[in-house]
């Protein structure tokens, strides 16, 4: 089981991350970084706030006191080397790294300011305000239907009926996919193609109203176009969501998100809005790293 | 700056910046050419000068289409995309910088009069030549100080400009006959002057190109100022 250390002291204020401004975040300068002056803009809520993250799987420690603000209603994106820590960030999120034996954890994650590794954090209910699609499209072994019916059922977003009807139809139109399944509700989701099983996961995230959709390499493998219709997903979905991506493609990265956020060891390297962040890096590893000149 | 991971890539940025450069000197010899004909009259010169803007026309287009497969086939990020992005915006200046220059040659015609009887065209053929030499180097040194130096010399032009049209006026109230060669000459310092303003944007795109920061629309002294607050931050 995770331990989840949780510093005893009060809990330095979180400034609004000025996002215009470069970030680095590692060992000492994560003080520096929550005792900052920047109240950045205050139409802007941050919807997640990292603060000083520290994990280890067993003796390896894979994140440096990472400190970050993720912005509500926005697609953030984390980009950087295999092994540099973004999945890793992700999956505190949502505390999906709790079912690692030896993962160790320092620091806060809080989810609209509430710390969701405290004691009292029900994790089954964290989920469903943090949803997350995996990199392989893993729809049930349900019909089409109870893929999208069977989570709001237990949580009781929604009951049989009329009204599940309506709550499927929905998911499945604003995950694009209605059209393309309507007819043929009852066959297994595993039948459809990938992106179209891709696209039922998000349906199927979406359908317990989360304030968060975690995405873990969504189209890594998909085909183009249906990279293309989970792109134009996330675009439409931000409206309601906040939604945070690990990508390896950086134009997929360039072209979805609003921020970007460059980790390289663990650490995060740079924090920047999507567009400085592809045309003007202020740091050089970020830039190495966006140009293919790195290692 | 580190290798491309693709050498391929970093192959063909060097094709860019050497297509570039020839650009440059083809240019640069065409002003040089067209002011030679206008001070000495010669037709055939102007003519060679004319037949030459072909070249030029040649190099923008192999250059736009050496910068569109970049994109298509690396999509370029950061310093490398703001390369790219510049030298489409450098070749269009030197097209047109080209293009004054046979404007200029095409006055020869019109000329019965030495311009060397205007001193100020002879400070502004100096002042033009500096600033585009400057540019050149500043482009290839990815040195802003001296593109920073270029845009600040654009000035210096561009007060010579106004006084070289003082005289030009004095001296066709002074000799009527004459009018159409004080304005052929006129229409040269008009062309310098506009070929200053070439040289100026190219100064400005290699400033970006290097610290990141638009500089257009921006003055000279905000231009320093940016320029220092990157040193600072380097």
């Known amino acids: 089981m995770t331990e989840a250390l949780i510093s005893d002291g009060p809990v330095a204020r979180i400034p609004a991350v000025n996002l215009s401004s470069p970030l ?20 802007l809520n941050n919807m997640i706030a990292i603060e000083n993250l520290r994990l280890w799987y067993g003796e390896h420690q894979a994140l440096h006191g990472i400190t ?38 320092q620091g806060r994650v809080s989810l609209d300011g509430m710390d969701i590794y405290e004691p009292k954090v029900d994790v089954v209910r964290l989920r469903t305000r ?40 929905t998911c499945l139109r604003r995950a694009g996919l209605w059209d393309e399944v309507k007819d043929k509700l009852q066959q297994p989701g595993t039948a459809l193609s990938g992106g179209q099983q891709q696209r039922l996961c998000i349906a199927r995230t979406i359908a317990v109203r989360p304030d968060v959709i975690l995405m873990d390499e969504p189209c890594s493998a998909l085909d183009p176009i249906a990279t293309a219709k989970i792109e134009e997903l996330i675009d439409e979905l931000k409206n ?47 830039e190495d790293y966006i140009t293919g000149r790195f290692g | 700056m580190p290798r491309h991971t693709l050498s391929r890539f970093d192959t063909e940025l060097v094709a860019l910046d050497d297509l570039i450069l020839s650009m440059f000197k083809l240019t640069q010899h ?49 310093s490398d995309l703001r390369q790219v992005f510049a030298a489409t ?23 019965d009069v030495g311009a060397e009887r205007v001193g100020q065209l002879k400070v502004m053929q100096k002042l033009v030549m500096a600033q585009i030499k400057g540019a050149r180097k500043a482009y290839f040194d990815r040195d802003v100080e001296a593109a920073h130096q270029v845009i ?49 944007n190219i100064a400005e795109m290699t400033i970006y190109m290097v610290i990141r920061h638009e500089v257009r629309h921006v003055s000279p002294e905000r231009i320093q100022a940016l320029i220092q607050e990157q040193d600072d931050d380097d």
């Open chain 1, 240 to 286: 309601e969501f906040t939604i945070v991506i690990v990508t390896h493609n950086m134009q997929q990265a360039a072209r979805v998100s609003d921020y970007t956020a460059f980790f390289y060891l663990g650490a995060l390297v740079e924090y920047q809005d999507t567009n400085t962040m592809f045309t003007s890096p202020h740091k050089t590893q970020t």
């Open chain 1, 24 to 43: 680095t975040m590692e060992g000492n300068d994560v003080a520096d970084a929550i005792s900052g002056e920047s109240e950045g803009d205050p139409t």
């Open chain 2, 152 to 200: 600040e010399q654009d000035g210096v032009v561009n007060d010579a400009y106004e006084a070289c049209q003082r005289v030009m006026l004095t001296l066709m109230l002074e000799s009527t006959k004459q009018i159409t060669s004080y304005l052929a000459l006129s229409n040269v310092a008009a062309g310098l002057g506009r070929i200053g303003d070439h040289i100026t």
């Open chain 1, 130 to 169: 943090v949803g997350m699609v995996f990199q392989k499209p893993n729809p049930f072994p349900k019909t089409i239907y109870e893929n999208i019916a069977f989570a709001p059922r237990i949580h009781g977003v929604a009951q049989k009926g009329s009204e599940m009807d309506e709550l499927v139809e």
């Open chain 1, 68 to 105: 970050m603000n993720i912005r509500e209603r926005y697609v953030t994106a984390f980009i950087g080397p295999s092994g540099c820590g973004k999945s890793t960030l992700l999956r505190c999120v949502n505390r999906m790294n709790d079912r690692i034996a030896d993962c160790r954890i």
């Open chain 2, 30 to 78: 065409n002003i040089k050419g067209a002011l030679k004909a206008i001070y000495s009259g010669d037709e055939a010169l102007a003519e060679k000068v004319t037949s030459q803007d072909e070249a030029v026309n040649a190099l923008e287009v192999q250059i736009d289409e050496l910068a569109r497969r970049l994109i298509v086939t690396h999509q370029p990020a950061a």
């Open chain 2, 89 to 111: 915006k450098i070749v269009t200046d030197l097209e047109r910088i080209s293009d004054l220059a046979i404007d200029i040659a095409g006055e020869v015609a019109r000329l």
